[in-house]
Each structure stands twice: as C-alpha cells, then as structure tokens.
C-alpha cells in the first residue's frame, strides 16, 4: 500500500485505471449500440454480444495512457478509444469466422457466430468497423475537423491493407509458407502492432504533437505491440483456456510459426522482457505522468489472459 | 445526334459520362491498389478482382452528375465517388459469400471467394472499407478538413446499422418473415438508398449547401433509389444472366418478399417509373447543369444489367 500523499505504486494505478476503463467502454457500447424495435436487432443484439462486457480494454487504456502525458480531455480520449476497440472487436468477430480461425469461445462467451450465425456476424463486424469512423467523425471526440479527419485518416491506415487486415492475410499465408524472424516481426506489426500504434498516435494527433517529438512515442508503441504479441503467443500454449477466454494451442495446430515457435519459450520471453524495458526507456523523457504508460508495459508481459 | 452547338441529348450525356466514369474509376482503383511486394499480395490481388473493370459505377457517376449542379472541382467529386464505390464493392464481396447469398458469379466473373477463398474474401471487403474511409480522409479528397470529416460522417452512416449493413440484416430476416410493402420500403431505402443518398450528399457537402436547399437533392435521391431497387428486383426475374453479370431468380429462390412479389411485375414496373418523374421533378429548380442527373433517373429504369 502506498502512504498517504506518496504516489501509487505501477501496479495499484493499473488496477483501477483498468477498472474504469472497463466501466466506462462497456457504458460508451450501451449508449451507443441502443436496440431499434425492428427487424435490425439481431444485428444490433450480436453487436453488443462482440462489444460488451469482456476483453481487456488494452486498446481505450492505451490511449487513456498516453494522453494522460499531455493531460487531454478524459472524453476525448475515451472516444478515440472506443474507435480503436470497435475495428479490434469487429476484427475478433470476423477472425472467429469458420472461413477464418473458426473459433467457439471468445472472452469466455460463444463467439458471435455460434451465438447467432455466420452471416449476423459478417454484418456486425462490418457494423462495428463503420461505428469506429463514425465515433471519430462526432464532434464529441475532439471539436477541431483537423484534429478528427487526422484520427479517422491514421485509423483506417492501422485497420487496412497496411495494418491489421494486411498482418491477418500474412497470419494466413504463415500457415502454408516458412517465414523467418524478420517476417514474422513484420507481420505482427502489422497485424497487432498497427493498431496499437495507433492509439498512442491517437493522443499525439490530440496534443498537436510535431512529428518530431512523437519518436519515442512511436518506439514506445513499437516495442509494447511486440512483446504484447509474443505474451500472445506464450499465452496460447502455456495459457489456460478457463483464464484466457479462448481456445488455446491453436497456432501449432495450424502449423502457424510464430516467436515462440521460431525462438522458442525461453528465448520469446526473454525478448518480450526485453522489449519492455526497451519501451519503458522511450518514455525516460516524460515525468510520472507516464506512470500508466509504465506500468501498462509491465502488465503486458504479466497477464494471464 | 445532336447537331453542332446543340446542347446533347439525355442518352448521349449519359453514355459518355459512363465512358468516362469507368474509365476514372477503373484507373483510379489500379493507382491507389498498388500489388506489393510481399504475402498481402493474395489481398491486394482480391481486392483488385472485386473493384477493377466492371460495374455501372452508378454511385461514382451520382457524385459526377450532383457535383456538377454546383461546378464542384472533378477530382474532388471522384475522390468522394470512389470512397461510395469501396462501399459497394467491399458489400458485394461480403454478400457473395457462402455464408450469405452464396453467389459465383459477379459482373460476369467469378466471384472473390470463387476465385480466391473465403477468408481472403472477408478480408478484401474489409479493406476495401478502410479504403473508403482512407480516401476520404485524404487532402486530394477537398482541402477543407470540415468537408472531408463531413463525407466520413455521412458515409459512416449510411454504411452502418443506420444504412446498408442495417437494410442487409432486414434483408435476411426478409426469407423468413412476411414484410408488408412499408417494411419493404424501409428495408430498400436502407439497403440501397442510404449509399445512393450518400453520393448526392457528398455533392451538397463539399458545396456548403445549406440544409434546407438540399431537399430537393434528398427527394431525388430517395427516389432514384427506389427505382434503382424496384429495377433491379425486376432484373432478377425477367434478366438475362449473361447480360446482368450475375445469377437471376434468386430472390424468389430465397423466398424473399420484394417490391415485385408484393406489387407484381406491371404495378411495380409503373411504381418505378412514377418515381423516376417524380425524381425529375424534384430537379425542377435547377437548369441544363442537372441534365446528367436527369438522364441517370430515365436510366435506372431503363438499364439491362
């Protein structure tokens, strides 16, 4: 416990900065995701299946984070937040597809395609994916149209062909083909790190940050999306499903190289520990107002789901 | 044939502006799909299959003739154009899947997940919707940062719940349920009319136009897109695949309830037409600059495909 007047200790600032921002997304979905009185609501209904009430809110939290370094509007981040969760959940929706990973269980509930079936969740994917441009696009997410039209221009980049949906077809080609390190790096940065590199970019846009002094924010989110895909990746064979939410053991089922496969458990970890420690060094320019940033490195590599 | 000096004739407006739309588009869509060099080449490759050398562009073509009524600049109103037919294209190809209508064949080609597969299917549509948010966020878009977070806003929602994914759900729910004409209605105007919409509302954004001036403009479209509809469900019955692109019959296959199974053939065939003179109509304050979009009204009923 820290003493009265001395500042919370990493871990004690994480846990309640998760707590409400847990609280807060899962309100935001209600409010957004109302339920119309007609033949939509199934859609609406598996909508709110995907979005609320589970994951670990990683996304909003980082940029929760990382505005907190420029002690930004907590409405405005909370918007950009809900933007970036809306494409990682309609992204988990489709990935969960049979064509895709065909997966049963996601955040411990039936994924939405067992719930309700395939073709609701191609359509509440696709949902979520315009309700994160359409959150942007509200004047409730920042008042300046620059400052908006530069967030809806860097998410659709970290969402698309150059970002996430570009990393899942290499995810898809990994399975039929060799990839070496360097081509693994790249496809999780795609696939994981692009959007994760998006929230912290999300608060730099919102401070008018010059591209400049953004070096080691972007470092930061670089090594933080890498040791949060090799903690992945550690989590699906040593994880336990009854913990983590979903299936695991499935990349080496697929015959899906991954950095534990390729570096082994041992090496991956150390990586991973490596990695943020590397982060936590970008950060040495910034006071305590980093301290979420520092202690969401931390709990990258130490959470068990 | 028009003689020298005299302004052209619906049709002949019509054919070269399709000429030239196709042309735009199909240009447009090779620069900005770019095939790397890398394993998101199956990606880029689908995505190039679904957006590149067929369709009307009818919705690109909207954009051209709205625009035209405010002498808007020609590479803002393709830009805006383009980002309406990523819309499309990426519904199409999402539509096509198995898990949907199940088609094969699209603008006389296989369709993507015949070509490729599924899962490279799903991911193309979904990239194609970062693209149309990715285009319009863009400055070669309009140098108004107000504008373009207007486009996104609009088209955000015209694609979403409140638009085509909400009119695709009531759709499915349609081979189930018995729909009277006015939840038939609905379930066009959202399926269809809300991007159609949208193409018109671009033209009025980008131009400043005042609310209550753009009445007129949303009667149009309202209009046309019913028509659009109404055609195209009496394309399903009464086309020629080989010329359509597409499978025929499927709607009663389905047992869904269209304007043609509630109305008939004759009633819905004078249904259309009565829309297209009322669209016309609602053209009335405007002069030769709206010639285009009258010619596109004669033609959304006219068309074979």
């Given at each position: 416990m820290a003493a009265p007047g001395e500042p919370p200790s990493g871990r004690a600032l994480l846990r309640s900065a998760l707590q409400e921002i847990s609280a807060d997304v899962d309100r935001a979905f209600d409010t957004l995701l109302d339920i119309p009185d007609d033949p939509r609501r199934p859609l609406i209904e598996a909508m709110r299946h995907a979005a609320i009430g589970g994951g670990k809110r990683m996304r909003p939290l980082l940029v929760k984070a990382a505005g907190a370094l420029f002690s930004l509007d907590p409405g405005h981040l909370l918007r950009a937040g809900l933007a970036a969760e809306c494409i990682h959940v309609y992204s988990l929706v489709h990935d969960?597809?049979?064509?895709?990973?065909?997966?049963?269980?996601?955040?411990?509930?039936?994924?939405?395609?067992?719930?309700?079936?395939?073709?609701?969740?191609?359509?509440?994917?696709?949902?979520?994916?315009?309700?994160?441009?359409?959150?942007?696009?509200?004047?409730?997410?920042?008042?300046?149209?620059?400052?908006?039209?530069?967030?809806?221009?860097?998410?659709?980049?970290?969402?698309?062909?150059?970002?996430?949906?570009?990393?899942?077809?290499?995810?898809?080609?990994?399975?039929?083909?060799?990839?070496?390190?360097?081509?693994?790096t790249r496809l999780q940065q795609l696939k994981t790190g692009a959007l994760i590199g998006f929230c912290i970019e999300a608060a730099a846009i919102m401070a008018h940050l010059p591209s400049e002094a953004r070096v080691g924010l972007h470092g930061y989110a670089h090594d933080i999306g890498l040791a949060f895909q090799i903690a992945d990746d550690l989590l699906d064979i040593e994880g336990d499903a009854a913990v983590t939410g979903k299936a695991v053991g499935k990349d080496a089922q697929a015959g899906k190289q991954t950095f534990v496969s390729l570096l082994g458990p041992e090496r991956a970890r150390e990586q991973a520990r490596m990695l943020v420690e590397q982060a936590k060094a970008h950060l040495h320019g910034f006071d305590e107002r980093a301290g979420l940033l520092r202690a969401i490195a931390d709990y990258v590599i130490e959470r068990d789901r």
């Open positions: 969960d597809l049979p064509a895709m990973d065909n997966d049963d269980m996601r955040r411990g509930k039936p994924t939405v395609h067992k719930a309700f079936d395939d073709a609701t969740a191609i359509l509440a994917g696709d949902s979520l994916h315009d309700l994160a441009f359409e959150i942007l696009a509200g004047e409730e997410t920042h008042p300046d149209p620059f400052v908006r039209i530069n967030l809806v221009r860097a998410l659709a980049k970290a969402s698309g062909t150059g970002g996430m949906a570009g990393g899942q077809m290499m995810d898809i080609a990994a399975e039929s083909a060799v990839f070496d390190l360097p081509t693994i």
